[in-house]
């Protein structure tokens, strides 16, 4: 990374450049009193145009590791784990959407990095979106985001997604197990993929293990699927917006895709039709296609 930031605990693994610690830069007020740097723990990966990875509730960086690769072979690559998931301590707020979107803000203009490209996902993709709303980034890839639940989708998304969280904290001793068994990988990611006993096990075995052991999990379920929708539209400094959609996403409802665009009307849709909720694990190689050609 360049000098916008302060360097820590930096070491290189499989050539990636793990960086964690605080950011340097702007003290922010948010309405809970002013908030010194922001601590995010991220990797960085490969040269070029740099490119912002935004993983959805219960993530991390990780949670990009089908794609990390290609990408980073045509773009810098900078991973982070939200606060309150992975290796990032929450704050305050962490709780919240609300409170997210403000962190990855602050992370942003910290790091001199206002108008970078965005990938988001699931939640993440809402994140991203709302950044496009407030002008903070570039280009923006959106992947199956939440946000636009109305009526009984929202109580489906709470008690679908909630009732996964508590079986995986129940079971997570046995994650990595039951992750290698074709059978149980498939029951247990049959809401999130469309292909799940294909998908690599030690890959499933991280996600769901992270999932289980984010502290903020249930308050944000609680807070997305009580808040009010997603809107729009993008400001006029955003770039270019491909919103995505998963044909078999049973979290976020291929319907949702009409208020998306509806909210956000100067984007183009894509379709990814053997997709669930994740493009990147079902489809990587045309998720890898659809980000580098948004972002060129």
């Known amino acids: 990374m360049d000098g916008a930031r302060s360097r820590c605990c930096e070491r290189t693994t499989g050539g990636l450049e793990l960086v964690a610690g605080p950011a340097t830069g702007s003290r922010w007020f948010n309405g809970l009193g002013y908030r010194g740097p922001l601590e995010v723990h991220q990797i960085t990966r490969g040269k070029g145009r740099k490119l912002l990875l935004v993983h959805g509730l219960g993530g991390s960086w990780q949670s990009w590791s089908t794609i990390l690769d290609p990408l980073s072979t045509s773009r810098t690559v900078i991973a982070i784990d939200l606060p309150g998931h992975g290796a990032t301590p929450a704050e305050r707020d962490s709780g919240t959407f609300d409170g997210l979107v403000g962190s990855v803000e602050r992370y942003i203009a910290d790091n001199g990095l206002t108008g970078i490209d965005v990938v988001g996902s699931s939640m993440g993709a809402r994140i991203v979106l709302e950044l496009a709303r407030r002008g903070s980034v570039g280009n923006v890839v959106a992947l199956d985001p939440g946000g636009f639940w109305r009526g009984w989708e929202r109580t489906f998304f709470k008690i679908t997604i909630g009732l996964s969280g508590r079986l995986l904290r129940a079971i997570r001793p046995a994650l ?99 997709s669930g909720h994740f493009p990147a694990w079902d489809m990587p190689d045309e998720t890898v296609a659809v980000i580098l050609a948004a972002t060129s």
Do not use: Y
């Open 176 to 274: 990595p197990t039951l992750s290698r068994n074709v059978a149980s990988r498939t029951a247990l990611l049959a809401q999130l993929s469309a292909r799940p006993w294909a998908l690599d096990p030690q890959t499933i075995a991280t996600e769901l293990t992270g999932l289980s052991t984010t502290p903020t999990f249930d308050a944000l379920v609680a807070d997305l699927a009580a808040g009010p929708e997603q809107s729009g539209p993008a400001a006029a400094s955003t770039g270019r917006i491909v919103i995505g959609w998963g044909r078999h996403d049973h979290l976020c409802l291929p319907r949702q895709a009409t208020r998306a665009m509806a909210a956000f009307s100067s984007a183009d849709l894509h379709w990814f039709k053997s």
